[in-house]
């Protein structure tokens, strides 16, 4: 069992910037590929970043390519999404996900989700 605790969020201007966190527990957090997602309100949850267990790769949503950066420190456990330019449109609730199986995590199936934490950008 993996437990998943994201940090960071809160509320921002455009064109600002944050650093998310979510940091694992109960489990090897370097045999898991990790994700973040996103869900505005009345929308589904979407895909915005994944990254290997190793962090040799990442993948990104187009709508994110050039402004966010995923990353993970697994001495630390814990796995990163450096927002940038952040726009309204970014505007949700942000959740972590982890997988023992890359695809499944790009996919939207992962084994483990955290409980989110929420992003609002003003205009």
């Known amino acids: 069992q993996v437990q998943l605790v994201e940090s960071g969020g809160g509320l921002v201007q455009t064109g600002d910037s944050l650093r998310l966190s979510c940091a694992a527990s109960?489990?090897?957090?370097?045999?898991?590929?990790m994700g973040w997602f996103r869900q505005a309100p009345g929308k589904e949850r979407d895909f915005v970043a994944a990254i290997s267990r190793s962090g040799d790769s990442t993948y990104y949503a187009d709508s994110v390519k050039g402004r966010f950066t995923i990353s993970r420190d697994n001495a630390k456990n814990t796995v990163y999404l450096q927002m940038n330019s952040l726009k309204p449109e970014d505007t949700a609730v942000f959740y972590c996900?982890?997988?023992?199986?890359?695809?499944?995590?790009?996919?939207?199936?992962?084994?483990?989700w955290g409980q989110g934490t929420q992003v609002t950008v003003s205009s």
């Open positions: 109960g489990s090897i957090f370097s045999w898991y590929a």
């Open positions: 996900a982890a997988g023992q199986l890359s695809v499944r995590v790009r996919l939207g199936t992962p084994d483990y």
